[in-house]
């Protein structure tokens, strides 16, 4: 009996080893994708000799979560920036200003060449904004995946009994309120297309519009990572190409 217990509690200890070393096998193979992701991304800055791409992740999200579309953007000839900003920390105003538009500066350095502008989610309204208030000369295509252009139900949702805990913050500015801050906002005056995920629980489809859009598509997606979906970024890259989702 006491040979049994002590043979099942060496199981136990090897099986917490070898699942503790999966874990960690796995964390390790992580980084070094991300890693190797991310020097892919770098480079393009230097190697490539095509137009700028600007990502921009959504809220409580890091440019982690643009890496793969960066990836592909890349691979395409393009010079990628892959922005990350604290979006839980500030309001839009304060991210765009502070985060978005001096990473972009900075970055930005062949003027000769033209800007577009990839985002996710609220990514797309810290764009929204920067453009309406310092307008990019090169600026040439916009690409807003999932964005929350007329506000977020869910925002609704996530606001109502909490307004001391969230005031002051980017989530009550994505209201569906009339006068929420992205109600507010001027309609783009430049070519923008948008992709908007059919099952997105977040953002519904009505609420990813804009008035002045210039393509608008549906896909088959969630919210969360709809931005690495290979329709999407074939989509993407179509739009930056060619100005239309169409392949035609």
């Known amino acids: 009996m006491w040979q049994r217990i002590h043979f099942t509690k060496n199981n136990i200890k090897w099986s917490l080893i070898i699942v503790g070393g999966i874990v960690i096998a796995f964390c390790i193979m992580v980084i070094v994708y991300s890693a190797y992701n991310n020097y892919i991304i770098t480079q393009s800055l230097t190697k490539n000799d ?3 791409v600007v990502l921009v992740h959504g809220l409580a999200r890091t440019s982690l979560s643009m890496q793969i579309m960066g990836v592909h953007l890349a691979k395409q000839g393009y010079k990628v920036i892959n922005i990350t900003y604290p979006s839980t920390n500030d309001t839009i105003e304060q991210l ?4 978005l538009k001096p990473e972009i500066e900075k970055a930005y350095q062949d003027k000769t060449k033209k800007i577009n502008m990839v985002t996710h989610s609220m ?4 764009v929204r904004y920067l453009l309406s208030i310092e307008p990019i000369e090169q600026l040439d295509k916009v690409v807003m995946i999932a964005p929350p252009n007329r506000g977020s139900v869910l925002a609704d949702e996530l606001i109502q009994g909490r307004e001391k805990y969230v005031e002051g913050f980017a989530l009550p500015q994505l209201s569906t309120s009339e006068h929420s801050f992205v109600n507010t906002l001027p309609q783009p005056d430049y070519t ?5 995920g059919k099952y997105d629980k977040k953002v519904s489809v009505d609420r990813t519009t804009l008035d002045t859009m210039t393509a608008f598509i549906i896909v088959p997606r969630h919210h969360t990572w709809i931005v690495n979906a290979k329709e999407v970024i074939d989509a993407t890259i179509q739009f930056l190409d060619h100005g239309t989702f169409s392949s035609q």
């Open 96 to 99: 765009t200003i502070q985060y």
């Open 192 to 196: 923008v297309g948008v992709i908007a």
């Open 50 to 52: 095509g137009d700028y």
């Open 123 to 126: 990514g797309a309204i810290l």
